[in-house]
């Protein structure tokens, strides 16, 4: 039995929907943020980083969103169903994606979630310095590229609908937490309607509405 140390709210949810897609039966460990949003330090009993998600399996214990997506499809998708044959440009695409959501993705998102939460964390005195500071970087620096990203994702969804080619894949379920967090952080100036409806796409499965149901609230489903 795979075990799930599922953080709410978190890029956990991949690995729930994941194991849905696969028709794996598993258990959930839950852990609530704190008051500082961040993981409880029991995680650390699992990990030493105290992240989420992991998962155990056959005694081991396997961190980081995108190495446990590729450990779970390497043993259990015998049938190669979440992801391209080897050779072909749609694997290198799937090979891609599945690294740049946590390589390329997260990086500049987790950037902007620091600077839209920084003003709240300064003492009160200093909040409207720390709002035109963050206000400033979030203008300069971290906006024009999320804008690059979120019409680089449009034009790729816009060529078959999908990320790794006109099948669904294990890169969907990688991009769909920065997709579903982006959507939710970015300014949605430009042209989007291929992104939309990717969303649409990914939320109507039924396994990625089965881990809703296992896993509990998860803030960006409605993003």
Do not use: C
Not at 6 to 30: M, P, Q
Not at 88 to 99: A, K, P, Q
Not at 127 to 133: A, C
Not at 191 to 212: C, E, G, H, K, T
């Amino acid at each position: 039995m795979i075990t799930v140390h599922y953080l709410e709210n978190s890029r956990a949810h991949r690995i729930l929907w994941l194991l849905e897609e696969l028709g794996l039966d598993y258990d959930i460990k839950t852990y609530k943020r704190g008051a500082d949003m961040r993981a409880p330090t029991t995680l650390k009993a699992i990990h030493p980083l105290g992240k989420s998600p992991v998962i155990e399996d056959k005694g081991r214990v396997i961190a980081e969103s995108g190495a446990i997506i590729e450990y779970l499809i390497g043993v259990y998708d015998k049938e190669h169903k979440l992801r391209p044959p080897g050779g072909t440009d749609e694997r290198l695409r799937y090979i891609y994606w599945l690294h740049y959501a946590e390589g390329s993705a997260m990086p500049l998102l987790l950037m902007k979630l620091v600077f839209l939460r920084l003003p709240r964390q300064m003492p009160i005195f200093l909040r409207s310095v720390g709002k035109l500071i963050s206000d400033s970087v979030q203008r300069k620096l971290i906006d024009p590229q999320l804008a690059d990203h979120l019409a680089y994702w449009n034009s790729e969804l816009s060529r078959d609908g999908w990320f790794a080619g006109n099948a669904f894949s294990a890169a969907d379920i990688a991009m769909s937490f920065p997709v579903e967090a982006g959507m939710s952080r970015m300014d949605q100036t430009g042209d989007v309607q291929a992104v939309r409806r990717y969303l649409d796409a990914i939320r109507s499965r039924p396994a990625y509405q089965r881990a809703l149901t296992r896993g509990g609230a998860y803030v960006y489903a409605e993003s």
